[in-house]
């Protein structure tokens, strides 16, 4: 009995030595209760058991409490483990490698950081000493933490894109000439369309304006623009500019570099994932866009990161905290609810023919420069059609035919509204936007062709819109369509009324008498060229070498705006300034310029000015000190031996413009005035007059006679 009795004491002990702490009051209850020392053995027994299972649980809490705070260690996200201390991360990497505890004490000991140890590679472990074997363990859990939180909802590694946006974040950009560059890539994002240029990205100074807008506005708390043109002229690849600024870091300044980028591509019906991996290299991730779920996008949640879309359906894109930008269409209903509360409208210009020219060595395209150049004539700068095959570009040009039919299409785009209507008609293959800083924008005719085509469709409509005082720029849209009443052959017509202006006053007059004297008709005639020039220096060029040839061979410029004193070049030494005024200044700096193009050739040189208005033609009136600044280059010793200034009112019909005179009535005209002026001289003769003077004067009366007679059409 004894010896039973050693025996349970033994158990006693070890079993209070195990958990004294725990069963303290346990052991005291069954040492004391019951008369019976057998009654208490048991009793004893019984609870040494219950201790010993209780002890296994807490053990085991123990170890599942442990393996609970290691799981937690390897929930975190690069982002919070980013923000970890030394100490942190001594115990996420003891998680992560339980059985190398050195591990998380040599990187306690290198001050290795939560940013630090995001980019830690293997060979810097290996510079640390870290043994292969948990080497790789950790390379391995530092990569999987890097990887986007989306990759388990559906994104998948997208090599092409990687190799792409890697290629883009190292590019620098190459001058073409003429505001154009281009960055000369070898891959391209795997998504449609890209086959304008291939990989090269070509971008112009209206793409840069756009998104250097863009910025500005985010800074300035916008959250979501719309990047609006019309369709065909590279608004899908402009995205690929915005690319390059957020993954180079070329922002400005207080703009911020994302961690993420989303670019939802819905013609090609996929969407991209843009992040910083390992080592700071920009990656991809791909997602087919039936499986996309912008609202489930954490990154889109981040106001730092970005959101773009290449609009394809009519479809606004949600309102999500990222910074986003759609570039689409002037459609209503790819952007409208979008830009509300919070979002605005930037723009982007059609290609100009000089970016055309500067930009054709780099275009995949079967289309020979001429023949570009003549498409562009009549659809303007939308690059997709200039590239196309022949069977695409005709069906455009009968597409634009059949928009110019309704006339309620240009009136709302003289209100500067390309938007699609209740009947989903946008007018974009004949007007464009045109805005010099991407933000405030006006609305023009496309091309010289769609003002052909308007004005032979509308033209008694178009004039009181030119007209109108109440609209500002009923003048530029004159100007529009000037090109095409100077270049294009009315039929049966030839020219427009002209009166000479001239100031009657004396020298030391106040104020000038101005004399108004009808002369030879504007011609308009046929077969000639109407060149659109994009710059000041194109403009001079061509002026400069008319000059040289001693004409314009056929050909009208159109200077760019604000170009100083005339709109069109009608001839080397013929130009027309267009106005809606009654009054109208001659700028001091065309003054110089004329000097600088016929003042300075060594020979002497007349100038026409030719004022195209649409009020009374006797009623318009030039700036008096302008007029005679002007008037005085051609007084002795000048550079000009005779310098005119003309006014002519546009036609307020088409069957108001001069009817052309056939060949029998011209001859019989002039078989008439030369019996005149033989006349005359007879009558000077009888009565003695024979100097030069008279004679002279004679011959000026009969060519008044023959340009009123000519002018009048004979009616």
């Not at 039936?290 to 990161?305: F, I, R, V």
């Not at 970016?355 to 690059?383: H, N």
């Amino acid at each position: 009995m004894a010896k039973r009795g050693g025996k349970v004491g033994t158990t006693v002990l070890l079993l209070a030595g195990l958990w004294l702490g725990l069963a303290g009051s346990r052991w005291a209850l069954a040492l004391t209760a019951g008369p019976s020392r057998p009654g208490a053995l048991k009793r004893l027994h019984a609870t040494a058991l219950t201790l010993k299972a209780s002890s296994e649980d807490v053990e085991r809490a123990a170890t599942e409490a442990k393996a609970g705070l290691d799981q937690d260690w390897l929930q975190k996200t690069a982002e919070e483990i980013q923000q970890f201390g030394v100490d942190e991360v001594r115990d996420w990497a003891q998680a992560v490698l339980p059985k190398n505890t050195g591990v998380a004490e040599t990187l306690y000991r290198q001050k290795v950081d939560g940013e630090a140890l995001v980019e830690l590679t293997s060979d810097d472990m290996k510079e640390m000493g870290i043994l292969v074997g948990p080497r790789k363990v950790l390379a391995k859990r530092i990569a999987a933490v890097s990887a986007p939180p989306m990759a388990a909802s559906g994104f998948q590694d997208d090599s092409e894109a990687t190799e792409f946006i890697r290629e883009l974040a190292e590019a620098t950009p190459q001058d073409l000439g003429e505001g154009v560059q281009v960055f000369n890539l070898k891959t391209s994002l795997p998504v449609k369309p890209y086959g304008q240029s291939g990989p090269k990205l070509l971008t112009r100074n209206t793409t840069r304006r756009a998104w250097q807008a863009t910025f500005e506005l985010m800074k300035g708390g916008i959250e979501r623009v719309a990047m609006l043109g019309v369709p065909g002229i590279g608004k899908s690849r402009n995205l690929a500019l915005g690319l390059w600024h957020l993954v180079t870091g070329e922002l400005p300044d207080g703009t911020l570099q994302p961690k993420a980028i989303v670019f939802e591509a819905r013609q090609s019906g996929k969407v991209f994932l843009f992040t910083k991996g390992q080592g700071g290299q920009w990656k991809a991730q791909r997602l087919p866009i039936e499986d996309w779920k912008p609202s489930g996008c954490k990154h889109l949640e981040d106001p730092d990161n970005w959101y773009l879309v290449d609009a394809f359906k009519a479809d606004n894109p949600m309102m999500l905290g990222a910074k986003t930008v759609i570039a689409c269409s002037p459609d209503r209903d790819h952007y409208s609810h979008f830009v509300k509360d919070g979002g605005q409208c930037v723009f982007v210009e059609a290609f100009l023919w000089a970016e055309v020219e500067a930009c054709y060595p780099e275009l995949k395209t079967q289309v020979e420069k001429e023949e570009m150049r003549q498409r562009f004539q009549q659809v303007g700068g939308a690059l997709r059609t200039l590239v196309a095959d022949k069977g695409i570009y005709d069906e455009a040009v009968q597409l634009q035919r059949a928009e110019a039919e309704d006339f309620t299409t240009v009136e709302r785009a003289f209100a500067g509204d390309l938007n699609t209507d209740e009947k989903k008609r946008m007018p974009t293959r004949l007007f464009t936007y045109r805005s010099v800083d991407g933000i405030l924008r006006n609305v023009s005719v496309c091309s010289p062709g769609a003002a052909a085509l308007l004005v032979e469709k509308h033209y008694d409509k178009l004039v009181p819109l030119w007209c109108d005082p109440s609209t500002p720029r009923s003048r530029y849209w004159l100007e529009d369509f000037v090109g095409a009443l100077l270049t294009k052959l009315w039929a049966g017509k030839t020219g427009l009324a002209a009166f000479e202006v001239t100031n009657a006053a004396n020298a030391a007059a106040k104020s000038a008498q101005w004399n108004y004297r009808q002369v030879i008709d504007l011609q308009v005639k046929e077969g000639l060229q109407l060149l659109e020039c994009d710059t000041d220096h194109i403009f001079d060029a061509r002026w400069r070498e008319a000059v040289q040839r001693g004409s314009l061979e056929g050909r009208v410029l159109h200077s760019p705006e604000n170009y100083p004193g005339i709109d069109y070049l009608l001839e080397f030494n013929h130009g027309i300034s267009v106005t809606t005024s009654l009054q109208h200044g001659i700028a001091k700096a065309f003054r110089a310029r004329l000097e600088e193009m016929l003042g300075n050739t060594g020979e002497s040189r007349s100038f026409t000015l030719t004022f195209l208005i649409t009020g009374d033609p006797q009623k318009f009136t030039p700036k008096g000190n302008d007029f005679k600044a002007l008037m005085k280059m051609a007084e002795e010793g000048k550079s000009f031996d005779n310098i005119c200034v003309q006014v002519v009112q546009i036609p307020k019909t088409l069957n108001s413009l001069s009817r052309k005179l056939c060949c029998g009535e011209i001859w019989g005209v002039s078989a008439a005035l030369a019996v005149t002026f033989v006349s005359r001289l007879c009558i000077l003769k009888l009565s003695g007059a024979g100097s030069s003077r008279p004679m002279a004067e004679a011959w000026s009366e009969t060519q008044a006679q023959q340009s009123m007679v000519v002018s009048r059409g004979l009616q």
